[in-house]
């Protein structure tokens, strides 16, 4: 009877850390089958934010990447687009915002990206005075545009100049209005 008590015992004992070994741990389940929650429900409590870098125009980049002129990228891309240069009467002077212009285009035909490209100085006056006077305005005008350009690093050998005087107006008008819009160099990329 006494080794029939300790059998018990021990089958006892045995069972109870049977027992003990599959009593859950307290943590969460993993079957799924007690979810309240469905896919169709799902919350999202975290806020995602995207960052969006925006794609420059790889003329005004290569400008920045030069790092010749210290501005904006939205200045850098509206100086670049600023191709005309407007003098005063019988002046071929350059203003202080012309040359911040033209640092931004000498910067770019340095960088790799505008290297290769020849450009094109065109001199231009209004229709006061006389033909060859004009002519001779219209270079000296041109010529401010390219020396500034070279002083900046741009070969000489890249940069043609022509005059027209007062040939080719972008305003026919005969008033003070269109005469200042005619007198200017203007600068093409080839």
């Known amino acids: 009877m006494r080794i029939a008590n300790y059998i018990k015992a021990a089958t006892l004992a045995a069972s109870a850390l049977w027992l003990a070994g599959c009593a859950s741990t307290g943590g969460e389940s993993t079957s799924g089958v007690e979810t309240s929650i469905t896919p169709e429900e799902t919350v999202v409590t975290d806020n995602v934010i995207i960052e969006t870098m925006p ?4 003329a005004v980049q290569a400008v920045i990447d030069s790092g010749e002129v210290e501005a904006s990228a939205e200045e850098v891309e509206m100086l670049l ?8 009467f019988d002046s071929s002077k350059l203003s202080d915002s012309d040359y911040k212009a033209l640092d931004v285009q000498a910067a770019y035909l340095n960088s790799d990206q505008g290297k290769g490209k020849k450009i094109i100085v065109q001199g231009h006056t209004d229709e006061r005075g006389t033909r060859t006077y004009n002519l001779a305005l219209g270079e000296r ?12 690093g741009v070969a000489s050998s890249r940069i043609d100049v022509i005059s027209f005087g007062f040939e080719k107006p972008v305003d026919p008008a005969h008033n003070e209005t269109a005469w200042a819009k005619n007198r200017r160099a203007q600068i093409v990329i080839n």
């Open 141 to 152: 005008r041109a010529n401010a545009v390219k020396d500034y350009l070279e002083a900046k």
């Open 55 to 58: 794609v420059l125009d790889p």
């Open 81 to 88: 687009d600023r191709d005309t240069f407007n003098f005063a």
